[in-house]
């Protein structure tokens, strides 16, 4: 793990001009509500962009989101119950360690859990729960077309959950969220970029034998697809020099930007 002290999201005097301009593009990039907060930080963690232990302080960062510190902690207060940073009590939050070495434990929680849950739906899947499973495998292939590796992410940790929920069993869902939020990190840091056509593909075999009411295919299906997934988190070679915090920010501030500008332009 990274040294926390060696990782600062605190600019320094010289800095502080850089960091202006930061504010200045978040204000005119109309990101002054928790929501935008949040995405702009929830993209930049689940992409790596962020090395393990950078401290995400709140007056940096209100000071950079055009915000008061009060809804920047309300973020951090969400990002962590997501187990996207690591919120400690007289410290602060921090961009999370993930722990490699838990995988095997959590995948294998997994893999009872959702094969109980594709086995049940099999039978049970209605209409309605079929097209919204076809409409989020299509939004899974749009996103992997686009080379947009963080919605990818987003969304494969969607299908699982969505999965879950058609159960209409409240203690199911809750139990799929909390797995799938503690694997999602893991995804993020250790699973290499080429993996999303994987994921895709295996995200689509599980519907095909949903759709077919096939109970045996669909349990092979998810239990296969999150073997290959656990197999396929490797540890990622970092940058020697990971970019100041700010930097980070400002370029997917930017991004965010020219993708609202395209939206707001169709």
Not at 24 to 50: K, N, Q, S
Request: with cysteine; hydrophobic share 45%.
């Amino acid at each position: 793990m990274m040294d926390r002290k060696a990782v600062r999201a605190v600019p320094s005097d010289g800095e502080t001009a850089q960091t202006g301009m930061l504010d200045e593009t978040a204000v005119h990039a109309g990101m002054l509500d928790e929501t935008a907060v949040h995405a702009v930080l929830a993209r930049v963690l689940l992409d790596g962009r962020v090395p393990a232990g950078t401290k995400l302080g709140e007056h940096f960062l209100a000071e950079i989101f055009g915000v008061s510190r009060e809804r920047v902690r309300k973020v951090l207060h969400r990002l962590g119950h997501e187990r996207l940073i690591t919120v400690e009590k007289n410290r602060g939050a921090f961009a999370i360690a993930p722990d490699l070495g838990e995988a095997r434990t959590v995948y294998e929680a997994r893999r009872i859990l959702e094969g109980g849950i594709v086995g049940h739906l099999a039978t049970a899947l209605d209409e309605a729960g079929e097209a919204r499973l076809a409409a989020h495998v299509a939004a899974e292939d749009a996103a992997m077309a686009a080379g947009d590796r963080f919605t990818s992410i987003r969304l494969s940790a969607e299908f699982h959950t969505i999965l879950a929920d058609l159960t209409g069993n409240v203690l199911i869902r809750r139990q799929m969220q909390e797995l799938v939020a503690r694997t999602m990190m893991l995804v993020a840091f250790f699973e290499p970029d080429s993996s999303v056509a994987c994921q895709c593909a295996e995200h689509r075999a599980v519907f095909r034998a949903l759709s077919g009411r096939a109970r045996a295919q669909a349990v092979r299906a998810m239990t296969t697809h999150l073997s290959l997934v656990e197999t396929r988190l490797r540890p990622r070679v970092c940058e020697a020099v990971p970019p100041p915090l700010e930097e980070v920010l400002r370029d997917a501030l930017a991004r965010r930007q020219t993708a609202k500008g395209l939206n707001d332009n169709r």
